[in-house]
Protein backbone atom coordinates (compact mmCIF):
# COMPACT_ATOMS: atom_id res chain seq x y z
CA UNK A 1 0.00 0.00 0.00
CA UNK A 2 1.04 3.62 -1.17
CA UNK A 3 2.04 4.88 2.54
CA UNK A 4 1.61 8.81 1.97
CA UNK A 5 -1.80 7.77 0.83
CA UNK A 6 -2.50 7.09 4.74
CA UNK A 7 -5.04 9.25 6.75
CA UNK A 8 -3.04 10.86 9.38
CA UNK A 9 -4.72 13.46 11.62
CA UNK A 10 -2.96 17.23 12.96
CA UNK A 11 -1.74 14.82 15.97
CA UNK A 12 0.15 11.96 13.82
CA UNK A 13 -2.59 9.50 14.47
CA UNK A 14 -2.93 6.85 11.28
CA UNK A 15 -6.85 6.27 11.17
CA UNK A 16 -7.23 2.54 10.54
CA UNK A 17 -10.74 1.52 12.45
CA UNK A 18 -14.15 3.00 11.07
CA UNK A 19 -16.98 2.24 12.98
CA UNK A 20 -20.52 2.38 11.25
CA UNK A 21 -23.73 2.91 12.51
CA UNK A 22 -25.94 1.30 9.98
CA UNK A 23 -28.83 2.55 11.48
CA UNK A 24 -30.27 4.94 14.41
CA UNK A 25 -33.22 2.65 15.34
CA UNK A 26 -33.13 -0.06 18.23
CA UNK A 27 -34.86 -2.70 19.17
CA UNK A 28 -34.03 -1.50 23.31
CA UNK A 29 -34.52 1.87 25.12
CA UNK A 30 -31.42 1.83 27.59
CA UNK A 31 -31.57 4.04 30.05
CA UNK A 32 -28.14 5.18 29.31
CA UNK A 33 -28.46 5.52 25.74
CA UNK A 34 -32.26 6.32 24.29
CA UNK A 35 -34.49 7.73 26.87
CA UNK A 36 -38.07 6.02 26.50
CA UNK A 37 -40.39 7.35 24.21
CA UNK A 38 -37.71 8.64 22.04
CA UNK A 39 -38.83 9.11 18.06
CA UNK A 40 -37.05 11.42 16.42
CA UNK A 41 -34.89 8.78 14.21
CA UNK A 42 -33.50 9.72 10.98
CA UNK A 43 -35.84 8.63 7.97
CA UNK A 44 -34.79 5.97 5.55
CA UNK A 45 -34.39 8.08 2.28
CA UNK A 46 -31.60 9.86 4.21
CA UNK A 47 -29.94 6.67 5.15
CA UNK A 48 -26.93 5.88 3.22
CA UNK A 49 -27.68 2.39 1.30
CA UNK A 50 -24.99 -0.63 1.33
CA UNK A 51 -23.97 0.87 -2.58
CA UNK A 52 -22.86 4.04 -0.84
CA UNK A 53 -21.23 2.69 2.31
CA UNK A 54 -19.63 0.20 0.06
CA UNK A 55 -17.88 3.40 -1.80
CA UNK A 56 -17.04 5.34 1.36
CA UNK A 57 -15.09 2.10 3.04
CA UNK A 58 -13.34 1.16 -0.14
CA UNK A 59 -12.00 4.66 -0.18
CA UNK A 60 -11.05 4.00 3.61
CA UNK A 61 -9.45 1.22 2.48
CA UNK A 62 -7.27 2.69 -0.19
CA UNK A 63 -6.21 4.75 2.67
CA UNK A 64 -5.15 2.48 4.97
CA UNK A 65 -8.46 1.62 7.01
CA UNK A 66 -8.59 -2.03 7.95
CA UNK A 67 -10.75 -2.83 10.80
CA UNK A 68 -14.61 -1.97 10.39
CA UNK A 69 -17.08 -2.44 13.24
CA UNK A 70 -20.95 -2.67 12.48
CA UNK A 71 -22.72 -0.66 14.95
CA UNK A 72 -25.74 1.44 15.23
CA UNK A 73 -28.64 1.82 17.16
CA UNK A 74 -29.40 -1.77 17.15
CA UNK A 75 -27.17 -3.10 13.53
CA UNK A 76 -29.20 -6.35 13.40
CA UNK A 77 -32.57 -4.12 12.50
CA UNK A 78 -31.07 -3.09 9.45
CA UNK A 79 -32.79 -5.42 7.09
CA UNK A 80 -29.82 -5.96 4.53
CA UNK A 81 -27.27 -6.22 7.32
CA UNK A 82 -26.02 -9.42 5.83
CA UNK A 83 -25.69 -8.26 2.44
CA UNK A 84 -24.07 -5.28 3.79
CA UNK A 85 -21.50 -7.44 5.80
CA UNK A 86 -20.71 -9.54 2.80
CA UNK A 87 -20.16 -6.28 0.55
CA UNK A 88 -17.88 -5.14 3.34
CA UNK A 89 -15.98 -7.84 3.91
CA UNK A 90 -14.88 -8.04 0.41
CA UNK A 91 -13.30 -5.01 0.02
CA UNK A 92 -9.71 -5.77 -0.36
CA UNK A 93 -7.49 -4.32 1.94
CA UNK A 94 -10.44 -4.67 5.01
CA UNK A 95 -8.98 -7.59 7.35
CA UNK A 96 -11.13 -6.90 10.40
CA UNK A 97 -15.10 -6.46 10.44
CA UNK A 98 -16.82 -7.15 13.88
CA UNK A 99 -20.31 -5.74 15.12
CA UNK A 100 -21.50 -4.48 18.23
CA UNK A 101 -25.17 -5.49 18.94
CA UNK A 102 -27.71 -6.07 22.07
CA UNK A 103 -28.40 -9.71 20.66
CA UNK A 104 -32.01 -9.42 21.13
CA UNK A 105 -32.15 -10.73 17.09
CA UNK A 106 -28.69 -12.67 17.09
CA UNK A 107 -29.97 -16.37 17.37
CA UNK A 108 -31.75 -16.08 14.39
CA UNK A 109 -28.73 -14.13 12.44
CA UNK A 110 -25.29 -15.03 13.88
CA UNK A 111 -24.68 -18.39 11.32
CA UNK A 112 -25.62 -15.74 8.51
CA UNK A 113 -23.51 -12.93 10.15
CA UNK A 114 -20.66 -15.67 10.35
CA UNK A 115 -20.84 -16.63 6.73
CA UNK A 116 -21.15 -13.14 5.45
CA UNK A 117 -17.30 -12.30 7.06
CA UNK A 118 -18.22 -10.90 10.20
CA UNK A 119 -15.83 -12.87 12.80
CA UNK A 120 -15.72 -10.77 16.49
CA UNK A 121 -18.70 -9.85 17.85
CA UNK A 122 -19.47 -7.80 21.13
CA UNK A 123 -22.43 -7.79 22.69
CA UNK A 124 -24.62 -5.73 25.48
CA UNK A 125 -25.38 -7.13 28.18
CA UNK A 126 -25.72 -4.87 31.87
CA UNK A 127 -27.48 -7.67 33.59
CA UNK A 128 -28.48 -10.88 34.24
CA UNK A 129 -30.74 -10.70 36.27
CA UNK A 130 -34.56 -10.78 33.84
CA UNK A 131 -36.46 -7.98 35.84
CA UNK A 132 -32.90 -5.78 36.34
CA UNK A 133 -32.07 -6.15 32.46
CA UNK A 134 -35.94 -5.23 31.74
CA UNK A 135 -35.35 -2.14 33.23
CA UNK A 136 -32.46 -0.98 32.26
CA UNK A 137 -33.38 -1.57 28.37
CA UNK A 138 -36.83 -0.53 28.51
CA UNK A 139 -38.31 -3.98 27.78
CA UNK A 140 -35.69 -5.87 26.89
CA UNK A 141 -35.69 -10.09 27.23
CA UNK A 142 -32.41 -11.66 28.38
CA UNK A 143 -33.71 -14.93 27.34
CA UNK A 144 -33.62 -13.71 23.98
CA UNK A 145 -29.89 -12.49 24.30
CA UNK A 146 -28.37 -15.63 26.51
CA UNK A 147 -29.95 -17.40 23.17
CA UNK A 148 -27.92 -15.16 20.86
CA UNK A 149 -25.27 -15.34 22.87
CA UNK A 150 -25.05 -19.63 22.32
CA UNK A 151 -25.50 -18.82 18.69
CA UNK A 152 -22.81 -17.01 18.21
CA UNK A 153 -20.56 -18.85 20.14
CA UNK A 154 -21.37 -22.01 17.99
CA UNK A 155 -21.15 -20.05 14.47
CA UNK A 156 -17.60 -20.08 15.51
CA UNK A 157 -17.51 -15.81 16.49
CA UNK A 158 -14.36 -15.77 18.58
CA UNK A 159 -13.62 -13.58 20.71
CA UNK A 160 -17.41 -13.16 21.86
CA UNK A 161 -16.79 -10.28 24.41
CA UNK A 162 -19.62 -8.67 26.67
CA UNK A 163 -19.68 -5.29 26.91
CA UNK A 164 -20.99 -4.28 30.34
CA UNK A 165 -22.20 -0.48 31.21
CA UNK A 166 -21.18 -0.43 35.05
CA UNK A 167 -23.84 2.08 37.23
CA UNK A 168 -24.28 3.21 40.69
CA UNK A 169 -27.71 1.59 42.28
CA UNK A 170 -28.49 0.09 39.25
CA UNK A 171 -25.87 -2.99 38.52
CA UNK A 172 -22.86 -2.47 40.46
CA UNK A 173 -23.69 -5.14 42.79
CA UNK A 174 -23.66 -7.76 40.81
CA UNK A 175 -20.56 -7.44 38.29
CA UNK A 176 -18.81 -10.56 40.07
CA UNK A 177 -21.97 -12.44 39.02
CA UNK A 178 -21.37 -11.22 34.98
CA UNK A 179 -17.91 -11.61 35.59
CA UNK A 180 -18.08 -15.44 36.95
CA UNK A 181 -20.74 -16.20 34.10
CA UNK A 182 -18.37 -14.78 31.43
CA UNK A 183 -15.27 -16.94 32.73
CA UNK A 184 -17.29 -19.80 32.98
CA UNK A 185 -18.51 -19.24 29.01
CA UNK A 186 -15.86 -18.37 27.69
CA UNK A 187 -16.56 -14.53 27.19
CA UNK A 188 -14.30 -11.77 27.45
CA UNK A 189 -16.04 -9.19 29.89
CA UNK A 190 -15.39 -5.54 29.28
CA UNK A 191 -16.66 -2.82 31.72
CA UNK A 192 -17.89 0.61 30.63
CA UNK A 193 -17.92 3.65 32.49
CA UNK A 194 -21.18 6.12 32.00
CA UNK A 195 -20.50 8.82 29.15
CA UNK A 196 -22.73 11.88 29.48
CA UNK A 197 -24.37 11.75 26.26
CA UNK A 198 -27.22 12.97 24.83
CA UNK A 199 -30.08 14.10 26.74
CA UNK A 200 -29.37 10.92 28.81
CA UNK A 201 -26.15 12.89 30.00
CA UNK A 202 -27.29 14.03 33.45
CA UNK A 203 -28.50 10.28 34.90
CA UNK A 204 -25.26 9.01 33.20
CA UNK A 205 -23.17 11.68 35.32
CA UNK A 206 -25.37 10.76 38.87
CA UNK A 207 -24.63 6.71 38.08
CA UNK A 208 -21.05 7.08 36.84
CA UNK A 209 -18.51 5.49 38.82
CA UNK A 210 -14.64 5.23 37.95
CA UNK A 211 -13.93 1.90 37.11
CA UNK A 212 -10.69 1.70 39.57
CA UNK A 213 -12.96 1.15 42.78
CA UNK A 214 -14.64 -1.69 40.67
CA UNK A 215 -11.04 -3.07 39.75
CA UNK A 216 -9.89 -2.92 43.25
CA UNK A 217 -12.61 -4.90 44.27
CA UNK A 218 -12.50 -8.03 41.69
CA UNK A 219 -9.01 -7.69 43.02
CA UNK A 220 -9.81 -8.28 46.17
CA UNK A 221 -11.33 -11.59 45.14
CA UNK A 222 -9.64 -12.87 41.85
CA UNK A 223 -5.83 -12.85 40.93
CA UNK A 224 -5.65 -10.14 38.05
CA UNK A 225 -2.49 -10.04 36.13
CA UNK A 226 -2.38 -6.95 33.45
CA UNK A 227 -2.33 -8.50 30.22
CA UNK A 228 -2.16 -7.43 26.77
CA UNK A 229 -4.21 -8.89 24.07
CA UNK A 230 -4.33 -8.31 20.45
CA UNK A 231 -6.66 -4.79 18.89
CA UNK A 232 -7.00 -4.70 22.16
CA UNK A 233 -7.88 -0.70 21.44
CA UNK A 234 -9.28 1.47 24.51
CA UNK A 235 -9.75 -1.32 26.92
CA UNK A 236 -7.05 -2.28 29.69
CA UNK A 237 -7.35 -5.98 29.75
CA UNK A 238 -5.93 -8.59 33.16
CA UNK A 239 -5.56 -12.04 32.81
CA UNK A 240 -7.45 -13.96 35.88
CA UNK A 241 -4.45 -15.99 37.51
CA UNK A 242 -4.91 -19.56 36.49
CA UNK A 243 -7.05 -19.06 33.79
CA UNK A 244 -7.49 -17.61 30.27
CA UNK A 245 -9.99 -15.45 30.87
CA UNK A 246 -10.00 -11.75 30.75
CA UNK A 247 -11.74 -9.15 31.79
CA UNK A 248 -11.20 -5.30 29.82
CA UNK A 249 -12.10 -1.97 31.59
CA UNK A 250 -12.77 0.83 28.97
CA UNK A 251 -12.49 4.51 31.21
CA UNK A 252 -13.42 7.25 28.97
CA UNK A 253 -13.35 9.68 31.67
CA UNK A 254 -11.16 8.51 34.38
CA UNK A 255 -8.17 8.07 32.40
CA UNK A 256 -9.09 9.11 29.18
CA UNK A 257 -7.24 7.45 26.01
CA UNK A 258 -7.37 9.65 23.48
CA UNK A 259 -3.69 9.88 22.54
CA UNK A 260 -4.02 6.34 20.41
CA UNK A 261 -7.24 6.87 19.22
CA UNK A 262 -6.86 5.94 16.07
CA UNK A 263 -10.98 5.50 15.23
CA UNK A 264 -13.89 7.82 13.31
CA UNK A 265 -17.21 7.11 13.10
CA UNK A 266 -20.06 6.95 10.48
CA UNK A 267 -23.03 7.63 10.89
CA UNK A 268 -26.28 6.31 8.92
CA UNK A 269 -26.93 9.67 7.76
CA UNK A 270 -23.38 10.10 6.18
CA UNK A 271 -21.84 12.11 8.76
CA UNK A 272 -18.32 11.62 9.42
CA UNK A 273 -17.59 11.83 13.59
CA UNK A 274 -14.24 12.40 14.15
CA UNK A 275 -14.51 12.18 18.01
CA UNK A 276 -17.35 10.72 20.24
CA UNK A 277 -17.24 13.49 22.77
CA UNK A 278 -16.84 15.79 20.55
CA UNK A 279 -19.41 17.75 18.21
CA UNK A 280 -17.05 17.65 14.72
CA UNK A 281 -18.80 15.82 11.68
CA UNK A 282 -18.46 16.01 8.39
CA UNK A 283 -21.14 15.87 5.71
CA UNK A 284 -20.58 12.78 3.19
CA UNK A 285 -23.48 12.20 1.40
CA UNK A 286 -23.68 15.30 -0.70
CA UNK A 287 -21.08 14.64 -2.03
CA UNK A 288 -21.50 11.20 -2.82
CA UNK A 289 -25.14 11.97 -4.17
CA UNK A 290 -23.67 14.69 -6.35
CA UNK A 291 -21.93 12.11 -8.45
CA UNK A 292 -18.18 13.27 -6.68
CA UNK A 293 -15.43 10.63 -7.65
CA UNK A 294 -13.07 8.89 -5.67
CA UNK A 295 -10.13 11.97 -5.76
CA UNK A 296 -12.84 13.82 -4.75
CA UNK A 297 -14.04 11.92 -1.92
CA UNK A 298 -10.22 11.22 -0.54
CA UNK A 299 -10.10 14.90 -0.40
CA UNK A 300 -13.34 15.51 1.70
CA UNK A 301 -12.17 12.09 3.73
CA UNK A 302 -8.90 13.62 4.68
CA UNK A 303 -10.28 17.78 5.45
CA UNK A 304 -12.74 15.51 7.83
CA UNK A 305 -9.67 13.66 9.36
CA UNK A 306 -8.13 17.32 10.04
CA UNK A 307 -11.52 18.64 12.19
CA UNK A 308 -10.26 15.58 14.58
CA UNK A 309 -9.96 16.96 18.11
CA UNK A 310 -6.82 16.04 20.27
CA UNK A 311 -8.93 14.76 23.12
CA UNK A 312 -12.59 14.93 24.04
CA UNK A 313 -14.44 17.24 26.28
CA UNK A 314 -16.76 14.92 28.62
CA UNK A 315 -14.90 16.02 31.43
CA UNK A 316 -14.51 19.52 30.66
CA UNK A 317 -17.95 20.08 29.28
CA UNK A 318 -20.17 16.52 30.02
CA UNK A 319 -23.19 18.45 28.97
CA UNK A 320 -22.25 19.87 25.76
CA UNK A 321 -22.45 16.60 23.32
CA UNK A 322 -26.02 16.62 22.27
CA UNK A 323 -26.56 13.87 20.28
CA UNK A 324 -27.53 10.24 21.14
CA UNK A 325 -25.15 7.53 21.17
CA UNK A 326 -27.53 5.52 18.29
CA UNK A 327 -26.53 7.83 16.05
CA UNK A 328 -22.54 7.22 16.67
CA UNK A 329 -22.72 3.59 17.35
CA UNK A 330 -20.31 3.85 20.87
N1 LIG B 1 -27.04 -1.78 19.85
C1 LIG B 1 -25.67 -2.19 19.80
C2 LIG B 1 -25.19 -2.68 21.14
O1 LIG B 1 -26.01 -2.82 22.05
O2 LIG B 1 -24.00 -2.96 21.29
C3 LIG B 1 -24.70 -1.16 19.22
C4 LIG B 1 -24.87 0.28 19.62
S1 LIG B 1 -24.63 0.65 21.31
C5 LIG B 1 -24.84 2.42 21.24
C6 LIG B 1 -22.88 0.42 21.50
C7 LIG B 1 -22.38 0.42 22.90
O3 LIG B 1 -22.48 1.72 23.42
C8 LIG B 1 -23.10 -0.51 23.86
O4 LIG B 1 -22.19 -1.39 24.47
C9 LIG B 1 -23.69 0.44 24.86
O5 LIG B 1 -23.74 -0.14 26.13
C10 LIG B 1 -22.73 1.60 24.81
N2 LIG B 1 -23.30 2.84 25.30
C11 LIG B 1 -24.41 3.49 24.88
N3 LIG B 1 -24.62 4.62 25.58
C12 LIG B 1 -23.61 4.69 26.49
C13 LIG B 1 -23.26 5.61 27.50
N4 LIG B 1 -24.00 6.70 27.76
N5 LIG B 1 -22.15 5.37 28.22
C14 LIG B 1 -21.38 4.28 27.98
N6 LIG B 1 -21.65 3.37 27.04
C15 LIG B 1 -22.76 3.57 26.30
Known amino acids: ?59 FSRMGVNHLRLTGGEPLVRRDIVE ?43 SLNPATYKVITGGGRLEKVLQGLEAAKE ?14 GVNDGEIEDIFEFAVAKGYTLRLIETMPVGATGQDAQDRFIDLETIRKRLASRYELIPDILPGAGPARYYRVAGSHAHIGFI ?26 GD ?18 LSHHLRKAIDLKPESHEFNDQPTRVVRFMSTTGG
Open 279 to 296: EHRYPLRPHLRAGCGDEA
Open 155 to 168: AGFAPVKLNTVVMR
Open 1 to 59: MNRENNLTDRYGRHIRYLRISVTDRCDLRCQYCLPSGFTDFSEPEGWLSAGEIERIVNQ
Open 84 to 126: LAQRLSAIPGIDDLSISTNAIRLARLAVPLHRAGVRRINVSLD
Open 251 to 276: TPLSQHFCQTCNRVRLSVEGDLFTCL
